[in-house]
């Protein structure tokens, strides 16, 4: 089979990776892919929100099967276009990818369907939210309607702060149209847990939980990232606890978009607070997350072509989704200054016995070398028995990877591991 995976970060080479390993899958095309994922496929420079360009690739090179993997052209309508020219694909349409692409929509789905979230208000006038604002409880949280590349939501302490992210968004436009609607929301608090589901708009079945480390230093400190690192499972996600948010927010989220005539097929991401009144929705997403993917698929004990496809052919009700026992962490290797500004161009060495584990986000060939292109550059991943072994083991692989001016977290896990001895 001639598979494409749209999109080009750590995540999509973690999907790539393990669609390898089935059988039947005999070309990967990334598009348009890194340097790192030139290793594992064959990168080809379209951009993942070329839409017709990606189109037209899937039909000169007859594609058997595509997965749209982010946020951008989910929301822009890849899934339709692939499908209209009848290439099979993993992801939502447009209709259903909203969840993620406006949080007016999804907030609003929550109220109307009962599902448990942040009380809130939307706004479409600056003046409004201000003066709502003088008299709201602080904190609070102001979310940009639309997609900001992950940096719309400002969790505000003070009253200052939530007036100036209104003013940021509504009046200096700092997230252009996504800014013209916002979201202010009850401030929460508790442990918070993803949870990825593959779901064909009937079933939902859910992969490990996760826990992302969001802040650019160690003890949760510094700027918001795109992500640091991951462990899987996460303590703080309990049998009982996942009974509950199967019944009351993940079979709901589902149900209430077939009612809304979106129908969901493909990975709904569940960002999830563990309040002391129970689980809560903090988002959605309508993908995999990054770099949540590079711990759960590791996790994942059935095939994963197979189980994408059952979502698109709506038997995921007779598709087995087996989750290993062990534990995986993550640690995200960035260039120094991230996620402010950094250099780029410099070169990664990588030992042979390292390249299974990584998963490369932000890197290109140059005359045959890695080098760094981004950010975030790399992710090292490993399974083990125990939390303590796998965080161990990644260190270790960590440590034997060079690049200048790499920079990582060294505490990833460590709130998890807490957890556990508790
Ligand atoms: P997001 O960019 O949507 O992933 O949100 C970034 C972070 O903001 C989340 O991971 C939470 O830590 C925090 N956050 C979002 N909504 C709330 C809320 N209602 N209460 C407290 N923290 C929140
Ligand atoms: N790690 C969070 C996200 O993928 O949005």
Avoid: W
Wanted: charged share 25%; proline share 5%; with cysteine.
């Amino acid at each position: 089979m001639k598979i494409l995976v749209v999109g080009g970060g750590g995540r999509e080479h973690a999907i790539i990776k393990k669609l390898k390993q089935n059988k039947s899958v005999t070309d990967v095309f990334a598009l348009p892919g890194n340097g790192g994922i030139a290793y594992d496929a064959t990168c080809v420079p379209i951009g993942a929100c070329e839409i017709d360009k990606i189109v037209n690739f899937a039909k000169v090179n007859a594609i058997d099967y595509a997965i749209v993997a982010p946020d951008d052209p989910l929301v822009l309508g890849c899934v339709d276009a692939l499908e209209a020219v009848g290439v099979p694909c993993f992801g939502p349409r447009a209709n259903a990818a909203i969840i993620e692409g406006s949080k007016v929509f999804s907030k609003n789905l929550m109220r109307k369907y009962g599902i448990p979230t942040a009380d809130y208000r939307v706004f479409d006038d600056m003046q409004a939210a201000l003066d709502y604002l003088e008299t709201a409880p602080i904190p609070t949280v102001v979310k940009a309607d639309g997609l900001a590349l992950g940096k719309g939501v400002t969790v505000a302490m003070t009253r200052d702060e939530a007036k100036n992210a209104v003013v940021e968004a509504m009046q200096d436009k700092k997230f252009g149209k996504s800014g013209d609607h916002l979201v202010i929301e009850e401030y929460l608090e508790g442990p918070e847990v993803s949870v990825l589901a593959f779901t064909d708009g009937k079933t939902v079945k859910p992969m490990v939980s996760s826990m992302d480390h969001k802040r650019a230093l160690d003890g949760d400190k510094g700027l918001n990232t795109g992500g640091m690192g991951t462990i899987a499972p996460n303590p703080y996600y309990t049998d009982d606890i996942a009974k509950v948010c199967m019944d009351t927010i993940f079979m709901p989220t589902v149900k209430a978009m077939n009612k809304e005539g979106r129908t969901f097929k493909g990975c709904l991401y569940f960002g999830l607070m563990l309040t002391k009144n129970g689980p809560k929705v903090i988002e959605y997403n309508c993908r995999f997350g990054d770099p949540e993917t590079q711990v759960v698929l590791p996790l994942l004990e059935s095939d994963l072509l197979d189980v994408m496809m059952a979502t698109t052919n709506g038997t995921l009700d007779k598709t087995e989704v087996k989750i290993a026992s062990g534990n995986a962490c993550c640690v995200i290797m960035a260039s120094n200054g991230y996620p402010a500004s950094y250099k780029k161009g410099f070169e990664i060495s990588i030992p042979n016995e390292i390249l299974p584990s990584v998963y490369v986000s932000g890197a290109v060939n140059k005359d045959g070398k890695l080098c760094t292109s981004g950010g975030r550059v790399l992710g090292v991943t490993s399974v083990s028995d125990t939390l303590s072994g796998a965080i161990k083991a990644s260190y270790d692989k960590v440590s034997k990877i060079t690049f200048y001016g790499a920079y990582y977290r060294r505490d990833v896990g460590q709130k998890a591991l807490k957890a556990v001895e508790v």
